[in-house]
């Protein structure tokens, strides 16, 4: 069983910075890790995606240069970078775990099997 929190989020003004946290219960380090995100009105979307080591790592189009996942698998917890933010980038952002093997991680948000309560991120233009 892993838990999920997350943490880091807030109101911020077009072009800034966020880092969102995501602190997890349980043995991690089995896990691949995601950031979602559902905007009012939308489905939840993929942001981006890291594999147990951390050595593998995808992102979605519309964030791609601008966000960054990374994990410090020692303290259990995953990261989102978000730099030059944007208004669309204003949604929920969950955090999720995926029980895995070797290097897998996924974009499909079907394949986690635990997620976070999420955080508010609201960009203002």
């Known amino acids: 069983q892993v838990q999920l929190v997350e943490s880091g989020g807030g109101l911020v003004q077009a072009g800034g910075s966020l880092r969102l946290s995501c602190a997890a219960s349980g043995r991690t380090f089995t896990y691949a890790m995601g950031w979602f995100r559902q905007a009012p009105g939308k489905e939840r979307e993929f942001v981006a995606a890291?594999?147990?080591?951390?050595?593998?790592?995808d992102y979605a189009d519309s964030v791609k240069g601008r966000f960054t996942i990374t994990r410090d698998n020692p303290k259990n917890t995953v990261y989102l970078q978000m730099n030059s933010l944007k208004p669309e980038d204003t949604a929920v952002y969950y955090c999720?775990?995926?029980?895995?093997?070797?290097?897998?991680?996924?974009?499909?948000?079907?394949?986690?099997?635990?997620w976070g309560q999420g955080t508010q991120v609201t960009v203002s233009s």
């Open positions: 890291i594999s147990r080591s951390g050595g593998n790592t």
């Open positions: 999720a775990a995926a029980f895995t093997y070797g290097s897998t991680w996924y974009i499909d948000a079907a394949k986690y099997d635990y």
